[in-house]
């Protein structure tokens, strides 16, 4: 695993909080108005029909709803960190047997999370197949499992448009931009994801003033399928998605930053 000695971006909770809820509600309408041979089509992760990427959302803020009902784990210093998460999501990539109705499941989901998430702690720990984390942190990945799984919905169905909070898209700009920098830490390219996100990563001369040597830039949608290995850098800079400027500013041997 990459060092994870890095600065700690903090996160408004209360934010946090409303964007996985606003971005689970957006998700659900969509879902609801899929038809069942629309939910058999394949999607570009290998293996994964609409409906198991469907499944996977709900069950994604499934996990903060039962964790919320079980008790917590005995206080104390969490065993996964947001610098570290990204790094070790493979644990959690899974397509389980059960089917089940996903109209129900949403409803499920949605009325437990809503019920439950006002009363807990920022700091209460929750499980995760990872470890234990703080809700907030946890929270702060279920804006990365929404709105990269919302991206491979509309890649998906042509005209879904599920849309996205723009709460969560900036935290899972962050979050994925700053685990770049955990990866390849340094000061000499600066990555700039605007109007989220601005990192400095990969080892060499660090820019001090004026125009940095080395710059990346690009917008949210396609960073986000840069650090979760949905497209390849060289396809998304020749496409004009990427703007990079600078011998350093070839980012293609450190992407995807997500670990599925």
Known sequence: MPPAKTRTRSYDPAKTRAAVLAQFAHVREAVARLTPDVLERPTRLAGWSVYDLAAHVARAVDVVARNLAEPAPAPGRPE?????????????????????DLAAFYADVAARTERLLPGAEDTRLVRTVLGTMTLADHLVTRTVELCVHTDDLNDAVPGLDVPYDRQALAACTRLLADALAVKAPGGSVEVRIPPYAVVQC??????????PPNVVETD???????AAGRRAWADERDGGRVSASGERADLSALLPVLSR
Do not use: C, I, N, Y
């Open 220 to 226: 949210p949608l396609t960073w986000l399928r840069l």
């Open 202 to 211: 990969v080892e060499g001369p660090k820019h001090t003033r004026g125009t």
């Open 80 to 100: 996964v960190t947001l610098p570290q998460w990204p790094f070790a999501t493979a644990a959690g990539a899974s397509t389980p047997d059960t089917r089940p």
